[in-house]
């Protein structure tokens, strides 16, 4: 167990250098493609975090985490439509319009279980995906141009391509020692526990839905940010950003990599998109690939990515 | 009142339409357990299998039938190459390794019949309106549809509450191991319901190609209508699946039919006409939502567990 233990947490380290020494390599290189897919692949990746939070510690299978990315991605569109340009401004607002959405999907979903949380969660995803195509002085259907980036004073510039993937990684690693911080926390167990055996839990005197919530909600705002730095990074915003197919990608994300790790959902995210990349270079078909390859990994690779590393130093 | 009982009609079909979708779904997730998310790929393929043969074989019916058989077997090699092995996973497992099969077939499709889309001419027969009332008209092919599906609905209820597989099916559906126990084959049953929820799901495709065009992702949407309406029937039962479907259909097409007239009665009419259309896909989702925060288990749950 210490060896794979050791053999995750090294191949952990190892991309986490790896993306930090990425624009450099971009720099050297000329290849300024790179920075802009990893950059992308940081946003989602942290949108995937999210994810795991709640459907790896917390047990929550939500089918709609999408809604959030759209969410965070509309408020900073709609207020840089309406002239409001300060990312100081746009940010909090995003973050608090997706906690707000997750703290009412969360109170009347956390009524259902198992499937049946499963398809709630997509409703209300769906309800969001219909009512930002009906926003029409927003673009409606067509999606929403953001014309300028977040304004951040002089603290940071988001058009300066090297910046942005910076602020990317930072909120990713945040995240990420955010999440690590709450699962190792009292709430966190709470919540890890109530996944393990919710009769048990409530049994003990823990109100099993208001921790469930708390973490629901948590997980919404994570995601939010992530919706506020996507927007950011492709200057527009539509509603198939919130579509049930970009809540399926990121639940194939957090699977990959490894549901209930602390870093499996980035590995998850990296390999899905580069793989996504790659095969779309070569060949126009490449979900021709992709989908038999998410089959296989599914039939013979339990725990994803991450679960195939700790059986593989176990021998 | 002539419209009403138009989108009364259209109403009724599409609910039909879905149902014959929705029991497949909550057959295969009622007595396997599993999330089939390729459910709408296999309406997809009954759709293009059915423009392709009856191009063929210049036959309505014929191409019909063929489309039918050839979704069948799709059904059955497909559980039986890949997804026997996942009953009894996670059904996390179900949706990521299902949602490969959707990518895997929309680009399948994509190779073999090209990204435009396809059209299903009818035969002469069924394009006349007929004259269902009088002075009012209305296309023989929704009728047929009607017709069809209300069969197939019958046949499903006759086989399932009638027949000694019909009593193995309900038996997995509220107690899946104890029929293993009891030394049933349980995997001839579990293909035999897989490979019967691919046909039907075939047969929706093939009687939606013509009104609609045959496309790449068509099965995409009508697939969350169809989890919707199981969710809100309650899984793994047929007869909720019937009521919901039905429900869902009337509630979508009226919905999508008299909701901008509403609206505009008490909004503007050019905030009503964006409004509506976003209210009415919006409906559905709203219904289920209410549903399951009144009722969790569905209105009609098969069993408790």
Request: charged share 10%.
């Amino acid at each position: 167990m210490t060896a794979s233990l050791k053999v995750r947490s090294a191949a952990a380290l190892l991309i986490g250098v790896g993306l930090l020494l990425l624009p450099l390599y971009s720099s050297v290189s000329g290849n300024i493609f790179v920075l802009t897919l990893f950059t992308r692949i940081a946003i989602l990746a942290l949108a995937a975090v999210s994810l795991n939070l709640i459907m790896g510690y917390g047990g929550m299978m939500s089918f709609g985490h999408a809604a959030y990315l759209g969410i965070g991605g509309y408020a900073v569109g709609i207020l840089a439509h309406e002239g409001i340009g300060s990312g100081f401004i746009q940010w909090p607002v995003a973050l608090a319009a997706a906690a707000l959405f997750a703290l009412v999907v969360g109170a009347l979903s956390l009524r259902t279980r198992g499937v049946y949380f499963i398809m709630i969660t997509l409703a209300f995803a769906q309800m969001a995906y219909y009512i930002a195509s009906g926003l029409a002085r927003y673009g409606g259907d067509d999606g929403l141009t953001i014309y300028k980036r977040s304004d951040f004073g002089g603290l940071i510039n988001l058009s300066g391509r090297v910046q942005f993937y910076y602020l990317c990684l930072a909120c990713l690693f945040g995240s990420i020692y955010l999440v690590w911080r709450i699962i190792n926390s009292r709430f966190g167990l709470v919540v890890q526990g109530l996944r393990s055996n919710e009769r048990r839990m409530e049994a003990i005197g823990f109100p099993a839905n208001r921790y469930r919530l708390a973490c629901f909600v948590i997980a919404g705002t994570m995601c939010g940010l992530a919706g506020a730095l996507l927007a950011n990074n492709t200057d527009f915003v539509s509603p198939a950003a919130m579509y049930w197919t970009r809540s399926g990608d990121l639940m194939v994300m957090v699977i990959l990599g490894g549901m209930g790790s602390m870093f499996g959902p980035v590995i998850g995210a990296i390999v899905f998109l580069v793989l996504e990349e790659l095969l779309s270079q070569v060949t126009e078909y490449w979900a021709l690939i992709m989908g038999p390859l998410l089959l296989l990994i599914v039939l013979f690779g339990r725990g994803g990515i991450m679960g195939l590393l700790g059986r593989f130093s176990r021998g | 009142m002539l419209l009403v009982v138009e989108q009364f009609l259209n109403g009724l079909q599409f609910g039909l339409l879905l149902f014959l979708l929705a029991a497949g779904l909550t057959l295969v997730f009622g007595i396997m357990d599993f999330v089939n998310l390729a459910h709408g790929s296999l309406y997809m393929m009954g759709a293009y299998f059915a423009a392709t043969f009856v191009a063929w074989t210049g036959n309505f019916i014929i191409g019909a039938l063929l489309a039918l058989g050839a979704t069948l077997l799709l059904g059955i090699v497909l559980e039986f190459v890949a997804l026997r092995h996942l009953y009894g996973r996670d059904h996390l497992d179900h949706v990521l390794a299902t949602f490969g099969l959707i990518l895997f077939f929309n680009d399948a499709v994509r190779l073999i019949w090209g990204p435009a889309g396809l059209a299903l001419p009818l035969p002469g027969w069924l394009t006349v309106p007929i004259q269902i009332m009088p002075g009012v008209y209305y296309p023989a092919y929704r009728l047929a549809i009607i017709t069809v599906a209300l069969a197939v609905a019958l046949m499903l209820y006759l086989v399932v509450m009638r027949t000694r597989v019909g009593m193995l099916i309900r038996a997995g559906a509220s107690n899946r191991e104890m029929i293993g126990a009891l030394g049933i084959n349980i995997n001839l049953l579990f293909t035999l319901v897989f490979g019967l929820g691919a046909s039907l799901a075939g047969l929706a495709g093939l009687m939606q190609a013509p009104i609609l065009t045959v496309q790449i992702g068509m099965g995409e949407n009508i697939l969350i209508l169809a989890f919707v309406i199981i969710v809100i029937g309650g899984i793994g039962s047929i007869r909720g699946a019937f009521l919901a479907a039905i429900f869902v259909g009337m509630i979508d097409t009226l919905g999508r039919a008299f909701l901008p007239d509403l609206l505009r009665q008490m909004l503007s009419s050019t905030a009503a006409s964006t409004a509506a259309p976003a209210l009415s896909s919006m409906l559905i989702y709203l219904v289920m939502a209410i549903v399951l925060v009144v009722r969790p288990e569905g209105l009609f749950p098969a069993s408790r567990r």
